[in-house]
């Protein structure tokens, strides 16, 4: 069970990491020819932050909202 700030989290986390490690993989692949060094650094981060927001889709698509809590109805008195 997540509560919904939590799983507001987990899906801001997703588009952060998959677009961030998009636009870096691209970059390193821009830079190939500049710098080898560089250029697969950037790759590489590029394609593990990539992967990290693919496992944190899984782990969205595992996460329930908590459930609100039940109404207690007490007698007045």
């Known amino acids: 069970m997540a509560s919904a700030r939590t799983i ?3 899906e801001r ?3 952060v990491l998959i ?3 998009l ?3 691209v970059l390193g692949l821009a830079t190939r020819d ?3 060094a560089t250029s697969w650094t ?3 981060l590029g394609a593990l932050a990539t992967a990290g927001g693919v496992v944190l889709i899984w782990v969205r698509s595992r996460l329930r909202l908590d459930s609100p809590p039940a109404p207690t109805h007490k007698d007045p008195p």
Do not use: D, E, H, N
Request: charge should be neutral; glycine fraction near 12%.
């Open 8 to 10: 507001a989290l987990v």
């Open 13 to 15: 986390l997703v588009w």
């Open 23 to 25: 636009l870096t993989l």
């Open 34 to 36: 500049a710098s080898a």
């Open 42 to 44: 950037l790759i590489s």
């Open 19 to 21: 677009f961030g490690g």
